[in-house]
């Protein structure tokens, strides 16, 4: 029996209503609120590869908000072992006057990584991004791909305990995509704990120990992901009918 | 919430340094003057108000110079830092999306920028007043002094302002404005003896008066800051100071909801 490593208990995560008024929504004393997350209760165990899939919309945004420890929930109590998980696809951060190497630094600091580490793994960073000499020249010379490489590079290298994707899997070029996956497969081997977040059952199927399903921000099933894939497939099927 | 502070800054001073420098750099790229923006920004900025009341309206009188840039130079420091603090928070949407970064790290990036660009004008500064034949004496080492006072005024009215500017844009445009404002409330184009007796108390309510004759009197009268209105200053700065942490504190995961 593998230990917990993640635990949510009950989870509601409201938002406050958009109002053209900010002014009045701020004074206003009955605040309007949209509910993202209803009743979310599962636990993520040490060493397993996660799913969690569900339609634009369905809260899985708010739910990775959640977890790296961005919002608070109004209700219920989120728990993790160690750090809290970071998520993969980033670049959020980067400064496109700066070189490809000040970026790593950046990005991988924002990451919540120590400069020394930084300063050890550099060299593994650069060769995985396969970046070449563009390292050395300001990030805006990059492609979107370039972009992408450098950001899951530094995020992978720097070998977080648990990793939270966000369907990142989609960038750069079919030769890259091919290496993110072997690289996160290689984790799953290592019997880190991944979590993987996506609208679309391909890759869930592959990789997956276990599934939970959320529908606007409920949670709709859990568990063995071959019958919660086959579940959310037909359920997929019937809405586009 | 004083120990998670102390934990924050652990864990986030080689990010706050990167950051720093970064946005240093990113500032001056790609300009033709690069980092000598640094020093013909004040020089240039003075030089308009200069011609403006010195010589169109000859309005200065002896040494406006040297006043004038005694007073431009501290005032631009505090009103920059103010406004840059409305967007502090409210501009890194994208990394606070992603990631969780304490929210004092963006503010005291701000202000370590503009303190940086502040040091570098006062070395300008001092070298200006040096060769116009100011006699700098030893009090001038009070200099430090009022840094830190200062930079103790300026961190906690940041604070707010990053947190208004999350929730009211507007704070931005209302922010030029004050700053404006402060100018012209601040005695740093005309002199405190031209100013009506009976106002001239009003005057010394707005912190920033008492800054400014302090740095004045130092630098060019050889003499002492306030210290006794400095003292109430920085008693209310820290009082702010702990108010404006207490409201980061509480809004801290509720700022990715609503940026």
């Known amino acids: ?241 | 919430m004083f120990k998670k502070l102390l934990n924050d800054w652990r864990n986030n001073k080689d990010l706050l340094y990167h950051l720093t420098v970064s946005e240093l750099k990113s500032n001056t790229a790609r300009t033709y003057l690069g980092t000598l923006w640094w020093i013909v920004d004040p020089i240039l900025y003075m030089a308009i108000y200069y011609f403006l009341v010195g010589i169109v309206l000859n309005r200065g009188g002896d040494d406006y110079a040297v006043y004038l840039f005694t007073g431009l130079i501290p005032l631009k420091w505090a009103t920059a830092c103010m406004v840059d603090a409305t967007t502090a928070i409210s501009s890194k949407a994208r990394i606070l999306q992603q990631v969780y970064v304490p929210k004092l790290t963006f503010i005291l990036v701000r202000l370590g920028v503009n303190t940086f660009k502040f040091l570098v004008s006062s070395v300008i500064m001092v070298l200006f007043l040096y060769f116009s034949g100011v006699d700098l004496t030893i009090n001038a080492l009070n200099f430090f002094i009022l840094i830190v006072f200062n930079l103790l005024l300026l961190l906690p009215i940041m604070i707010i302002m990053a947190h208004i500017g999350v929730y009211l844009k507007d704070i931005k445009n209302m922010m030029q404005y004050i700053s404006r404002t402060l100018l012209y409330l601040s005695p740093v184009l005309f002199r405190m003896e031209s100013v009506p007796a009976n106002i001239r108390d009003l005057l010394y309510l707005n912190p920033f008066t008492d800054f400014l004759v302090s740095y004045r009197n130092i630098f060019l009268y050889q003499g002492q800051p306030l210290w006794d209105n400095l003292f109430i200053i920085l008693g209310l700065s820290l009082v702010l100071l702990f108010i404006g942490l207490r409201i980061l504190n509480k809004y801290d995961k509720q700022y990715a909801k609503v940026i």
């Open chain 1, 1 to 241: 029996m593998k230990k917990d490593i993640i635990e949510l208990k009950d989870i509601w995560v409201s938002y406050p209503e958009h109002s053209d008024n900010p002014l009045k929504q701020l004074l206003s004393k009955d605040k309007k609120q949209f509910w993202a997350l209803k009743g979310l209760d599962f636990t993520v165990k040490k060493g397993e590869v996660l799913g969690i899939i569900g339609r634009n919309g369905s809260g899985k945004s708010t739910l990775l908000k959640l977890m790296s420890g961005l919002i608070e929930p109004d209700q219920g109590s989120y728990q993790v072992e160690g750090k809290r998980p970071m998520l993969l696809s980033l670049g959020a951060g980067f400064q496109p006057e700066l070189s490809g190497i000040e970026n790593i630094y950046l990005n991988a600091l924002l990451l919540g990584n120590r400069k020394k580490k930084i300063d050890e793994n550099l060299e593994a960073i650069i060769e995985f991004s396969e970046l070449d000499d563009f390292i050395y020249k300001p990030v805006r010379t990059y492609s979107s791909g370039m972009r992408a490489r450098l950001a899951f590079s530094t995020a992978i290298m720097l070998d977080p305990e648990i990793l939270l994707i966000d369907e990142v899997l989609g960038v750069g070029d079919s030769a890259f995509q091919k290496k993110c996956k072997d690289a996160i497969l290689e984790k799953i081997q290592q019997d880190r704990t991944v979590i993987l977040v996506t609208h679309s059952s391909g890759l869930v199927k592959q990789i997956c120990d276990r599934v939970v399903w959320i529908h606007r921000g409920e949670q709709k099933a859990v568990g063995d992901t071959k019958e919660i894939v086959e579940q959310y497939d037909e359920f997929m099927k019937a809405k586009k009918k």
